[in-house]
């Protein structure tokens, strides 16, 4: 992994000295990405020493937005201020945004939209550093450590084919990157060099980061014209079944149980889920299709696709 060398004699060539820090795991870490993506072992030691455990990481991901109730989720983005500012985000670049749809399939309003939920359009892509986002996670938060253990290994490999500083670069306390926030296993997969620069960069390229948000939507694949959820009128009282996010239930089987909601054109075979969102005063249902099961893989939560739903609406109807 010669880049990935490189990159960390960039950085040392600053650094005279570093003080030696063992992280919890870290010789298993460092066993396991040598094995997995080559890397050296000396450098990743090296690299581990300068990652700095964050408390303010850990405070963060114990208390997620996503854990709110919906009443107290969706006031945080769709706010006035966010849908005027994801009109004006569509108006300044039309051009683009119009060939990022017609490449990858995906509505604008909805790459918009995730734009607007993840950074407010790229006005906020995070202050944490990455490295020490992903080694606090990854060897101090034992629930997920495996996953951000892994994530860290993807990003120091990542540093080495994007060319990025990877003690400077900084994004979410979960070390997601870019105005659309990839983690380093999905910016490895997912991100795209839509300017035709030879990178793929989430940061300073705006054709890179929304193409990278469409592709990722489409490779997870998305419907094209399909509708994205359906109201419901009305859930049996009685109802004793456990909906996930993963579509299990047909449309025929959900009327079947007696929820009561209109077609709208979606074959009575498509597969489907329920989704129940808490308001003060009570429960709302919808219909979650294919569409909104793909915005789901961008970010697990329910509470986020629908937020992301309703503000691609919002956005659409003052866009041009």
Same mark, same amino acid.
């Given at each position: 992994?010669?880049?990935?060398?490189?990159?960390?004699?960039?950085?040392?060539?600053?650094?005279?000295?570093?003080?030696?820090?063992?992280?919890?795991?870290?010789?298993?870490?460092?066993?396991?990405?040598?094995?997995?993506?080559?890397?050296?072992?000396?450098?990743?030691?090296?690299?581990?020493?300068?990652?700095?455990?964050?408390?303010?990481?850990?405070?963060?991901?114990?208390?997620?937005?996503?854990?709110?109730?919906?009443?107290?989720?969706?006031?945080?983005?769709?706010?006035?201020?966010?849908?005027?500012?994801?009109?004006?985000?569509?108006?300044?670049?039309?051009?683009?945004?119009?060939?990022?749809?017609?490449?990858?399939?995906?509505?604008?309003?909805?790459?918009?939209?995730?734009?607007?939920?993840?950074?407010?359009?790229?006005?906020?892509?995070?202050?944490?550093?990455?490295? &020490? =986002?992903? %080694? +606090? @996670?990854?060897?101090?938060?034992?629930?997920?450590?495996?996953?951000?253990?892994?994530? *860290?290994?993807? $990003?120091?490999?990542?540093?080495?084919?994007?060319?990025?500083?990877?003690?400077?670069?900084?994004?979410?306390?979960?070390?997601?990157?870019?105005?659309?926030?990839?983690?380093?296993?999905?910016?490895?997969?997912?991100?795209?060099?839509?300017?035709?620069?030879?990178?793929?960069?989430?940061?300073?390229?705006?054709?890179?980061?929304?193409?990278?948000?469409?592709?990722?939507?489409?490779?997870?694949?998305?419907?094209?014209?399909?509708?994205?959820?359906?109201?419901?009128?009305?859930?049996?009282?009685?109802?004793?079944?456990?909906?996930?996010?993963?579509?299990?239930?047909?449309?025929?089987?959900?009327?079947?149980?007696?929820?009561?909601?209109?077609?709208?054109?979606?074959?009575? &075979? =498509?597969? %489907? +889920? @329920?989704?129940?969102?808490?308001?003060?005063?009570?429960?709302?249902?919808?219909?979650? *299709?294919?569409? $909104?099961?793909?915005?789901?893989?961008?970010?697990?939560?329910?509470?986020?696709?629908?937020?992301?739903?309703?503000?691609?609406?919002?956005?659409?109807?003052?866009?041009?």
């Amino acid at each position: 992994m010669m880049r990935f060398a490189l990159a960390l004699l960039c950085f040392l060539a600053f650094v005279p000295a570093l003080a030696e820090e063992s992280h919890p795991g870290a010789e298993a870490f460092i066993e396991r990405v040598v094995t997995e993506h080559g890397l050296d072992a000396d450098e990743v030691r090296t690299l581990l020493a300068e990652a700095q455990y964050q408390q303010a990481i850990i405070d963060a991901i114990t208390r997620p937005a996503e854990a709110r109730p919906w009443y107290r989720y969706w006031p945080i983005f769709l706010t006035e201020a966010r849908i005027s500012g994801g009109a004006e985000f569509w108006r300044a670049n039309q051009a683009l945004l119009e060939q990022v749809s017609v490449e990858f399939g995906i509505p604008i309003e909805i790459v918009v939209a995730i734009v607007g939920v993840e950074t407010n359009y790229g006005s906020n892509t995070g202050s944490f550093r990455v490295l &020490d =986002a992903l %080694a +606090t @996670l990854g060897f101090y938060f034992p629930r997920r450590a495996d996953f951000f253990a892994r994530e *860290l290994g993807h $990003f120091m490999v990542l540093a080495g084919e994007e060319g990025l500083p990877l003690t400077e670069v900084r994004g979410s306390y979960a070390g997601a990157m870019g105005l659309g926030q990839f983690i380093p296993s999905s910016y490895r997969a997912y991100a795209v060099d839509f300017d035709g620069s030879g990178r793929r960069d989430l940061w300073r390229s705006l054709p890179d980061a929304l193409g990278s948000v469409a592709n990722y939507l489409a490779r997870h694949r998305w419907q094209t014209g399909a509708p994205i959820v359906l109201p419901v009128e009305q859930v049996p009282a009685d109802l004793d079944v456990t909906f996930g996010m993963n579509l299990s239930h047909s449309l025929a089987d959900l009327a079947a149980m007696g929820i009561v909601f209109d077609l709208n054109g979606v074959p009575e &075979d =498509a597969v %489907a +889920t @329920l989704v129940t969102l808490e308001n003060e005063d009570g429960h709302e249902h919808w219909i979650g *299709l294919n569409n $909104f099961y793909v915005i789901t893989r961008y970010n697990r939560s329910p509470l986020y696709a629908m937020a992301v739903v309703q503000l691609a609406e919002a956005i659409a109807e003052r866009a041009p």
